[in-house]
């Protein structure tokens, strides 16, 4: 059942007949129905982040923190949930859980890219001649806009308007300083990743179980990937009910 918070600037799907003991927030481009098999039959809201599924989009291009300011909103008027996000909605969660863990009853995070890549080839040529041309206004700003479309990832192609412009920030982001700032507090965190995630690979979860020490748990799903398949939902699903009931 669709419900409207915050006056207007947030949708969820609420499910269940109780006040919501899970919050889910799902990917990037994705939306509040990737949830529904792993909150069957639970006291649970999966939101619609602002810019996707009914949620109006930010007025600006808010970075992640904005993100979670909007999410400890809704969150403040239920009884510390335990917080699942995937992907883009991990960003938020991890966030969150920083600034705001007397919001939560525990986090439950799962193919979010945690950390900075190690390693990765350069923009094509074209375009880095064209982003230092631009740098010394040597053409145009639609110029510019025309090569970032024809060499940009899909999810930057298919970014619109001020959700490009949060995209570019969201991407550049690190969670180091996040992860200790959980890591000194009792809360429990569950990453659940899959095997051959390659947006956010095996190693991103592995450093951050260094910085989270016995707060966390780590489960590696074997053959799965980036996006909620079967396993993962499984795994979720274990994950959530541990952190629900303990």
């Given at each position: ?138 053409i145009s700003e639609s110029r510019m806009d025309g090569l970032r ?98």
């Amino acid at each position: 059942m669709l419900t409207t918070l915050l006056d207007g600037r947030a949708f969820g799907e609420k499910h269940g007949k109780g006040a919501a003991t899970v919050v889910a927030l799902h990917g990037w481009a994705r939306n509040r129905s990737d949830w529904g098999s792993t909150l069957d039959g639970l006291d649970a809201l999966a939101l619609d982040q602002p810019g996707f599924g009914a949620t109006p989009a930010p007025d600006e291009a808010w970075n992640t923190r904005q993100y979670a300011e909007w999410l400890a909103e809704i969150l403040r008027d239920l009884d510390r949930p335990v917080l699942v996000g995937h992907s883009f909605g991990g960003r938020v969660a991890v966030q969150l859980a920083a600034a705001h863990p007397e919001l939560v009853r525990g986090l439950v995070i799962t193919g979010l890219p945690l950390f900075r890549p190690k390693t990765g080839g350069k923009p094509k040529l074209a375009y880095r001649i064209g982003r230092w041309a631009y740098a010394k206004k040597l053409i145009s700003e639609s110029r510019m806009d025309g090569l970032r479309e024809k060499y940009g990832s899909s999810d930057y192609r298919n970014a619109k308007g001020v959700m490009r412009e949060v995209l570019v920030k969201a991407v550049n982001d690190d969670y180091t300083e996040q992860l200790e700032s959980v890591a000194a507090t009792d809360l429990p965190v569950k990453l659940v990743w899959g095997e051959n995630d390659t947006a956010a690979p095996s190693w991103m979860p592995d450093e951050a179980m260094a910085i989270l020490g016995d707060n966390a748990t780590l489960e590696i799903v074997p053959g799965s990937a980036h996006l909620l398949d079967a396993g993962l939902v499984k795994s979720l699903r274990v994950a959530i009910d541990d952190l629900r009931t303990n």
